[in-house]
């Protein structure tokens, strides 16, 4: 079959905690109507740190949501993220498009962990350079990721370009594609969680006039941390630490079966456990995931005379009773809980509004992929 920008498409978000499958059709101006939407639990380790350790429950899960909320279409969009994702934003001379591939792959062997024949490599231009930022410039600002000098480059006069460099290791596309199609499906396109989170938040704010923000998305494993400016990628960093802390430091402290952990985050109150025993384990739960965004800040700063004026919040770790107003006063920046579903149709006669409102937060990837269409027609 060919495909085209008709194609119906599914979203697939597999994550460590859940499957969220969305699906959105494009009505007019440009906008997105609710289609369908489900989640499925998976068992514990099927999914740890990104990589499948599961495959075959992962891919009867899926299968099984698939059908239930009777999904026609086989095409997929899916994503990645976590350790075998790197994403940087490079400066390099201003060039005809013939060489700048080439040029491209030369750069990125000096910057990304892995070998160049075992990831996929893909970038895009961002636009040129301000004539009073320069390369050199940057030889004095530390990586908190690398923890060493970026390296410096004499900067010679001739027009820079900045440049956004995305490399994903081949194996976990391979495990995620191998998946779908363990479940019946065909996947079409594998994007990233960071450019899935843009667009969802694309659908109820105008990024490019938003000046400084934080997509934060605090999912089981990692919370991943995305800095914009403008509306262009201006830092992301995977913290290798989730929601899944804090529940672990509940668990220790009540021994109860984990679902019912997940009652308590959400502000339900078992008996014999009161508020305020629980609120200082929630807080040391989730202060050393505080204090490495804190550290994204920092560095985002100083490498970019700017300031994050805002936090967007998604993924599972939103359902905590009471976590914007949290992370607001340990960051002392503004804090919202993002809700994409709020620039979405939803027919109240298919679809129960407060329901598909309260799963926002927790498939804001997925609803982000469900916008994605092929460019050709």
Same mark, same amino acid.
């Given at each position: ?28 101006? /440009? ?17 740890? /740190? /990104? ?31 976590? +350790? ?72 010679? +006069? ?65 919370? =991943? ?8 990628? +201006? ?5 290798? !630490? ?19 952990? =997940? ?57 905590? =009773? ?12 503004? !804090? ?7 620039? !979405? ?33």
């Amino acid at each position: 079959m060919f495909l085209s920008k008709k194609t119906p498409l599914v979203a697939v978000d597999l994550g460590s905690h859940s499957i969220k499958v969305v699906q959105l059709k494009e009505i007019k101006g /440009g906008n997105f109507e609710l289609v369908n939407i489900g989640i499925m639990p998976l068992e514990e380790g099927s999914i740890v /740190g /990104g990589s499948i350790k599961k495959p075959d429950q992962v891919s009867k899960a899926l299968s099984g949501l698939i059908k239930a909320e009777k999904i026609k279409t086989n095409f997929v969009v899916a994503s990645v993220s976590g +350790g075998d994702v790197f994403i940087k934003k490079i400066q390099i001379p201003q060039m005809p498009e013939k060489e700048l591939s080439e040029r491209i792959n030369e750069e990125a062997e000096r910057y990304i962990p892995f070998a160049i024949n075992e990831v996929a490599l893909d970038f895009q231009v961002l636009g040129p350079v301000s004539d009073n930022i320069t390369r050199k410039k940057l030889d004095k600002q530390i990586d908190p990721d690398e923890e060493k000098p970026v390296d410096e480059i004499e900067y010679s +006069g001739e027009p820079i370009v900045e440049v956004l460099i995305v490399a994903v290791n081949r194996e976990i596309i391979n495990e995620r594609r191998n998946v779908l199609r363990q479940a019946g499906l065909k996947p079409a396109i594998i994007d990233l969680d960071v450019f899935a989170l843009m667009n969802a938040a694309s659908l109820t704010n105008d990024l490019s006039a938003m000046g400084s923000i934080a997509l934060i998305d605090l999912g089981d494993s990692f919370t =991943h941390v995305n800095i914009l400016k403008n509306g262009s990628i +201006g830092y992301t960093k995977d913290i290798p !630490v989730g929601d899944r802390y804090c529940s672990t430091t509940l668990l220790s402290e009540y021994k109860i079966p984990f679902k019912q952990i =997940h009652k308590i985050k959400k502000g339900h109150l078992l008996e014999g456990v009161k508020k305020e025993e629980t609120l200082p384990l929630i807080v040391q739960g989730y202060k050393n995931i505080l204090e490495e965004i804190l550290k994204s800040f920092e560095y985002f700063s100083t490498t970019s005379n700017s300031k994050v004026e805002r936090i967007l919040l998604s993924g599972g770790g939103c359902l905590v =009773h009471g976590i914007d107003d949290f992370i607001e006063n340990f960051l002392k920046i503004p !804090v919202e809980i993002l809700n994409p579903m709020q620039g !979405v149709k939803i027919n109240p006669k298919i679809f129960d509004q407060e329901m598909i409102m309260a799963l926002a937060g927790l498939s804001t990837v997925a609803i982000g992929l469900a916008t994605r269409r092929f460019a050709h027609s």
